[in-house]
């Protein structure tokens, strides 16, 4: 059985570089962030309103596009 670094290295070449592992680390970061928050703004607007409409409309206008 090979270990872990040879299988990266072979099906994974480009996490053997080390600005690619921290850009991706901090994308993985950034995106747990991202869904709690989006979680947070949910509850938030359900704790508020108790309104589970509101809530499901806060998260369908997430993915609305907009021109800025």
């Known amino acids: ?11 994974f070449p480009a996490f053997t ?3 690619y592992k921290l850009f ?6 950034s995106l747990i ?3 709690m ?5 949910n509850w938030l607007v359900y704790a508020m ?3 589970g409409f509101l809530s499901g409309l806060i998260t369908a ?3 609305t596009p907009f021109k800025s």
Do not use: K, P
Not at 1 to 11: A, K, N, T
Not at 24 to 29: L, V
Not at 37 to 41: E, G
């Open 17 to 19: 570089h080390r600005n």
């Open 24 to 29: 991706w680390i901090g994308q993985c970061i």
């Open 37 to 41: 928050q989006n979680a947070a703004l």
């Open 1 to 11: 059985m090979r270990d872990l670094g040879s299988f990266i290295r072979e099906y």
């Open 33 to 35: 962030g991202t869904w």
């Open 61 to 63: 206008v997430q993915f």
């Open 49 to 51: 309103t108790r309104d």
